[in-house]
């Protein structure tokens, strides 16, 4: 027999939804990802930062304009995740530089400039 009541039952407030946040959408990104450098231009150091959705065979190379790797930052199996690499150009010239993200099936390059 179901319950009956008289009295008047308390409502939830009326309130506009703006927005779901979903917990595990902040863990792991949902596609690679290669941020612009910052600061850009920048003096001496930098940082990159890059998202990986799954683990993957993830490089990170430097190149000149000329096209010649210049320096490795990272090379290996990485796990899904966010990423900031800092590069120390103190050893380098002034000018500009390529960054490239490779995995095993995707390559993003993006570019910066040193000012020294």
């Given at each position: 027999?179901?319950?009956?009541?008289?009295?008047?039952?308390?409502?939830?407030?009326?309130?506009?939804?703006?927005?779901?946040?979903?917990?595990?959408?902040?863990?792991?990104?949902?596609?690679?990802?290669?941020?612009?450098?910052?600061?850009?231009?920048?003096?001496?150091?930098t940082?990159?930062?890059?998202?990986?959705?799954?683990?993957?065979?993830?490089?990170?190379?430097?190149?000149?304009?000329?096209?010649?790797?210049?320096?490795?930052?990272?090379?290996?199996?990485?796990?899904?995740?966010?990423?900031?690499?800092?590069?120390?150009?103190?050893?380098?010239?002034?000018?500009?530089?390529?960054?490239?993200?490779?995995t095993?099936?995707?390559?993003f390059?993006?570019?910066?400039?040193?000012?020294?």
């Amino acid at each position: 027999m179901p319950f009956l009541t008289t009295e008047k039952l308390p409502t939830p407030e009326q309130g506009i939804i703006i927005g779901v946040r979903n917990e595990l959408s902040e863990i792991l990104p949902i596609a690679i990802k290669l941020s612009q450098n910052y600061p850009n231009p920048f003096n001496l150091v930098t940082k990159i930062e890059f998202s990986l959705p799954k683990r993957s065979e993830t490089s990170l190379v430097i190149y000149n304009v000329l096209g010649q790797e210049v320096k490795r930052l990272l090379g290996g199996d990485l796990a899904a995740g966010d990423y900031e690499i800092f590069w120390d150009a103190s050893g380098y010239s002034s000018g500009v530089y390529l960054y490239e993200l490779r995995t095993e099936k995707y390559r993003f390059m993006r570019k910066m400039l040193l000012l020294k």
